[in-house]
């Protein structure tokens, strides 16, 4: 049965990185950008990432530009703007497509995983969910994240265990991460 352990990403420099590397660890992966209104995301992220990285906990951060130009610039400038505004400290790979026919191996296996359940209620999830469609229809069957930070759960052993929107409360990511460590 594959897991995320079999899938092999590049770093921000270039270098590839397996991520059985994090074998045993608890796992947060998020696609990012740096000019979304889930931008204040970071500040959560890494708040729980110093909280619990003594526990087994690392967030992996693949920054992505497919949802409205939200994340322009270069890996260096990405990464500068992350660590200035929000102090950021887990490791960020290299800028990616997390859907179409480019589509990053691991991202299409973690949306096979947990696929999209929806935005949740209320005005506002509904307005993305609209924008959402609209950005994401010339992907096609190839749409596999809805939204920039889309975060995946992944237990020790390397298997996908929930999948929170970015309209999904932090705390309630917080709490979920807590129970698995």
Not at 51 to 73: R, S, V, Y
Not at 75 to 99: M, R, S, W, Y
Request: glycine share 8%; hydrophobic share 35%; proline share 4%.
């Amino acid at each position: 049965m594959k897991t995320v352990y079999d899938f092999t990403v590049k770093d921000r420099k270039g270098n590839a990185v397996s991520l059985s590397d994090y074998q045993g660890k608890v796992l947060l992966i998020v696609n990012t950008a740096t000019g979304c209104g889930f931008t204040p995301h970071y500040e959560p992220l890494e708040a729980m990432y110093k909280e619990m990285k003594e526990q087994g906990f690392e967030i992996l951060d693949f920054p992505c530009n497919q949802f409205a130009n939200q994340a322009p610039g270069d890996a260096d400038e990405i990464h500068q703007f992350c660590t200035l505004k929000f102090g950021t400290e887990f490791p960020q790979f290299a800028k990616i497509d997390v859907n179409g026919d480019n589509a990053d191996p691991l991202f299409e296996y973690l949306a096979t995983e947990k696929p999209f359940e929806g935005f949740g209620k209320g005005v506002k999830n509904k307005a993305l969910e609209k924008f959402s469609n609209m950005n994401n229809k010339t992907f096609g069957d190839k749409a596999y994240i809805k939204w920039n930070f889309t975060k995946f759960l992944i237990g020790r052993d390397g298997n996908v265990i929930a999948r929170f929107e970015p309209t999904v409360d932090m705390e309630e990511v917080k709490k979920a991460v807590r129970a698995v460590l």
